[in-house]
């Protein structure tokens, strides 16, 4: 595995400019795209991150590349992937929750409102009076959750739960480098 970033600098003439966001995502995709550990020194030498929990940037801008963890399973989820979708040029879905709803799709077995008694109002244990959040600050949940693709166009597709840090990096080389990313077999996995 190369751990240099090969990316001809004369033709690149300022830095990537990366959004990154997790919607119904666990954090575990970025946790793993910053196992790349320090090679993290060499891609900030060709990146500059915009909106991503790695920032303070609150709304995404011109981008060259967005990675998207997560599935959209509110309101609010759908409305940041749209605004992904608008100011990126390259779209990526990042591990299993992106590009088909992952683990957290499992409830679309079941009817949202049987869910949301089940966890705020029929559960032993909660206390007298719970019920179901209902302030209008909270986003409305979607009656399923549901990939990124069903919502917009995605250009890439980065498997795993999460992908591995190697694998992020091979990604981004080639990406980065002008070629149609190309994972080897062994970085190619759905778990
Ligand atoms: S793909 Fe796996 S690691 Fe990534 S957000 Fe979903 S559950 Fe978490």
Redesign the pocket.
Known sequence: MSTLMNVDTAHQPHKWKVATV?LA?????HT?FLDIDERLLTLIEHVEFDRSPLTDIKEVGKCDIGLI??GVCNAENVAVLRAFRANCKTLVA?????ING???AERNRFDLVDVLNEVYHDRPGLSEGSAIPNDPELPPLLRQVRPIHAVVHVDYFLP???PSADAFWSFLNDLMAGRTPHLTHALMHYD
């Open positions: 997790s995502g666990c954090f575990g995709c793993s963890e997560g990042m591990g299993a929750c992106a992952g683990l957290p795993g739960c999460p």
